[in-house]
């Protein structure tokens, strides 16, 4: 019998891999000077893939396909708007970044297209084999586009070493799910939780189960797993970044929590040990590292190393008290959210500044606000949200990761707790040193770039609705709270 396909359900990858074809064929066809059109279709596809998310927010029915393989329930609608909202505002920053050089721009949209399709993908899965192909549809074009300024020898190096690992991570990961899958003969996430049931004690399943977070600890840059980042970040187009500190996250934790939840909840007595000490070393590890940077991106990749951790605390705090998963899923959720939203902007921050300053160094941005008030005030804004400080919405994710410990109970996840506070304050320390730079120290001499020049209009677009949003969450958090409550059906089977 042949499989029934709902057509609304799974619109948004349609529309994304017709959106490739366009980009693809504009590319082959059209001369160099008109080679900005794809950049153009990238962005109005993004756009119009929206679209079959609002009507399908709206049906609120769970449509399940392919056995049960591929769902689209409200979860997923949420996380793909997440991912395309994401890209799209990526896609904004790449316009005039991608312009200012002799980049190929039709390979360029071409690659992060496909890699926003595989996220669209994750989302959905509901099975090993499916979320291992988004996954790796998701970190396969990436490899390409970290070394993507082919002159640059620190790109190169970023390229190299994200292949290198990650090839290496998704060996790990592959061989953990066929340890799964042999010592189960299931793939499906229903299926592995029934048959798992009482396996924590076997040695082949404590070692799957291992290596299985040993490939998604890569994913995520968690510590032990994040020495990739910090090269990757600095050496790969800056947009790129972005994109990896976001999109490719967040796809890392879809698939964690998704197995986690999902396919391994009777094992948590093996996993959630592992996520505690990923959490603690992560945050601890990640700020220590970024206190001593001077290069923001850098500063910014560590940050994003000590986030996985802080995203991690409320996932790892409540398997190891044994405490109801439903509101450590939607904290996760919620932070994962906000921080791609703050995240966002603190890069187009870095686009914009590294522009009139051709520095990338908090030295070089010193004073920088007394030359251009606004992208201060925008530097204070995305920085502060990181930092956690009210009323932007970084505090709102601190609020429900510390709210969660809180419900969860238990002196292991007070130990977690306070590590977590410890870790806020260092990380206010370096956020704040780079607010410093820019609005309280003197400009040292002028600066190359052209001071006068504002953004261009994708760039101020993109800034505009990653600042928009970062306040609008701080002040009506409500609208994160509906994240966290489409995450809370599919934490308790809904």
Known sequence: MPYEIDYLAIAPELIIFVTILVVLALDLFLPRPLKYWTATAAVAGTALALLPLALLVIDDQVVSMFDGSYVVDEFAVVLKGLFLIAAYVVFLMSVSYIES??????????????????????????????????????????????????GDVKSNEASMKYFILGVLSTAILLYGMS????????????????????????????????????????????VPFHFWAPDTYEGAPTPITAYLSVNSKAAGFVAMLLVMYLALPGLADVWAPALWALAA??????????????????????????QAGFMLVPFAAAAVAGADLEEAFAATVIYLVIYAVMNLGAFGVVIAGANKTRSGEIEGWAGLAKVDAKLGVLVAVFFFSLAGIPPLAGWFAKFAMFRSVIIAGGVTTVVLAVIAAINAVIAFYYYAKVVKSVWLDDVAGEFPGDVEAAPSGSLRLALGISVALTVAIGFYPAIATFVGDASRVIASGG
Do not use: H
């Open 179 to 222: 340890l799964l899958f042999g010592l189960t003969g299931e793939v499906t996430f229903a299926g592995l939780a029934e048959a798992t049931q009482g396996m924590a004690d076997q040695p082949a399943m404590v070692m799957a189960v291992l290596f299985v977070i040993v490939g998604f600890g890569f994913k995520i840059s968690a």
């Open 281 to 306: 070393l992560s945050m601890t590890i990640g700020n220590l590292a970024a206190l001593r940077q001077t290069n923001i991106v850098r500063l910014l990749a560590y940050s994003s190393v000590a």
């Open 101 to 150: 050089d002799r980049y190929y721009q039709g390979e360029y949209y071409f690659l992060l297209l496909a890699s926003l399709l595989g996220s669209l993908v994750m989302a959905s899965s509901r099975d090993l084999i499916v979320l291992f192909i988004g996954l790796e549809l998701v970190t396969g074009p990436l490899y390409l586009l970290a070394g993507w300024r082919k």
